[in-house]
């Protein structure tokens, strides 16, 4: 059964801490990819990695990085969070470009 | 940039009634898939077409591909409260080892 784990169903940080979201998967798939989820906005693309040590931008990289230092493993980095960065944080996985495995989310609120 | 339409945005129906969602582009998807989003959980993947005209079935759920690979429609026959969620559909553009392109999905209440 395919699985892929985030670090914490909710977290709750103050305007301007650094915060790290983590993702792990246990399928050795290539690819992993972080999105943000807003009602009426849909999922977007944040970052993409198709490789260990590779990184692509997605649709809106601003405010964010990623680390992938491990096959499995794929860090999202908010440097300084910002109110509005308060979102559904998803993180998936996938073997080529299609089927992607999701986790069960982020939820992320910045006061 | 390709984009995918869903519709209705919104449906709330009685159980058993039946329904239909569609996904429309105006690109050509090499394959698409169709995911299910329960509230505080992430997508869960029900279905792949990939070829034109493919018609799926996953019990009460009918997925078709469009002949030329722009469009999808997913039926949902008697519909049962446990079918509300986010319905989400995705294509793999033609361009290859490009992301997938999501809509914006369709939220579905099935009142009992």
């Known amino acids: 059964d395919v699985k892929v784990t985030q670090s914490s169903r909710y977290l709750v940080k103050r305007t301007g801490e650094k915060v790290f979201l983590e993702c792990v998967q246990d399928?050795?798939?290539?690819?992993m990819f972080w999105y943000r989820q807003d009602p009426g906005l849909g999922l977007r693309l944040i970052y993409f990695?198709?490789?260990?040590?590779?990184?692509e931008k997605g649709d809106i990289p601003e405010g964010y990085s990623v680390s992938r230092e491990k096959k499995e493993r794929f860090s999202l980095i908010l440097e300084s969070a910002s109110t509005n960065q308060t979102s559904m944080y998803l993180c998936?996985?996938?073997?080529?470009?299609?089927?992607?495995?999701f986790g069960p989310g982020t939820r992320l609120t910045v006061t | 940039t390709q984009l995918l339409e869903q519709s209705p945005q919104f449906l709330s129906i009685q159980e058993g009634e039946n329904l239909t969602v569609y996904c429309n582009s105006s690109?050509?998807?090499?394959?698409l898939q169709w995911y299910r989003q329960e509230p505080g959980e992430g997508p869960v993947l029900l279905v792949t077409?990939?070829?034109?005209?493919e018609v799926k079935k996953l019990k009460r759920l009918t997925f078709q591909f469009g002949d030329a690979r722009k469009d999808s429609s997913l039926h949902i026959t008697a519909a049962q409260p446990g079918d509300t969620g986010l319905y989400l559909c995705?294509?793999?553009?033609?361009?290859?080892?490009?992301?997938?392109?999501f809509g914006k999905g369709t939220r579905l209440s099935v009142i009992a």
């Open positions: 990695s198709y490789d260990v040590k590779m990184k």
């Open positions: 690109s050509v998807f090499s394959s």
């Open positions: 399928m050795d798939h290539e690819n």
């Open positions: 077409v990939v070829t034109g005209g």
């Open positions: 995705a294509g793999n553009p033609i361009s290859g080892n490009t992301p997938l392109v």
């Open positions: 998936a996985s996938s073997f080529a470009t299609v089927e992607q495995y």
